[in-house]
């Protein structure tokens, strides 16, 4: 019983260190032009690949040091965080939306059903990632381009999920009531059915923020992404490649970043999990 309650305390503690560090990167990417010390683009070759701080042959007012160009490292690293995040949560929105809609109508319509599910079936023989490269090599890159692709090609998991739910409900007793008195489908649909499964939508929706963020940060790493004008965490990876047995700041600082980011994500889906599960709850 104490073990339990001991892991019980770690694991509570363990989500809510979580959230403070995803707190911490959402308030960056808010207040980034209020706390930046340089402008992120701004090249002075008089001080390139200057180490940390607190390394020897630093230079003062470069906290993580500076990059091949001589661009300052935290200041590329709290803009790259608008990037991560505005790509992450915008694309997550669109594919839930997408997925969504897609999975009610073939939860309910059994001829949408057998062409809407041939489809995911033939979307999910590809990789997503290697889909999406695919896609952005076509349409070109871009933060648009990049949101748009990501959306469309994440919308598998939600229609997979919530056709299934809006199956297993669809003859329950409340959504019969709804029909006999006669209720039009569209009502139906959206004001009866799915605000009952709300749940499983916002825990896919949680892990799939972590998993759009891997997915800028991988096709910008490999050019595909966001300009390589705008920083953001794939494109210092890729910059700082070449320099990691002499400048290994230019890349593994925004490596942890993502790190961090996409572990906080997923415990608090985890978590979200948990607490939506009337079974984890009851346990």
Known sequence: MAMKRLRGRMKYALVWFSAAVLALFVLLAVIAPLIVPHDP??????????????LHGAKAGFLLGTDNLGR??????????????????????????????IGLLSGFYNAVDQVMMRIADIQLAFPTILL??????VVGGGMNNLILVLGVTGWVPYARVVRSEVMSIRTS????AAQTIGVTETRLLFRHILPNIVAPIITIATFQV?????????LSFLGLGVPVNVPSWGNMLSEGQLYLGTAWWISVFPGICIMLVVLAINI????????????????
């Open 72 to 101: 300052d490292i935290f200041s590329r690293i709290v803009y790259g965080s608008r990037v991560s995040m505005t790509v992450g949560i915008l694309a997550v929105c669109l594919s839930g939306a997408i997925g969504t809609l």
């Open 173 to 176: 007793d409340f959504v019969v």
């Open 268 to 283: 608090l889906g985890d978590a979200v999990r948990d607490y939506m599960d009337p079974k984890t709850r009851l346990g």
């Open 210 to 218: 972590a998993s759009a963020i891997i997915a800028e940060s991988s």
């Open 132 to 137: 999406a490269l695919a896609i952005v090599a």
């Open 41 to 54: 683009n701004a090249q002075n070759l008089l001080t390139r690949l200057k180490p940390p701080v607190w």
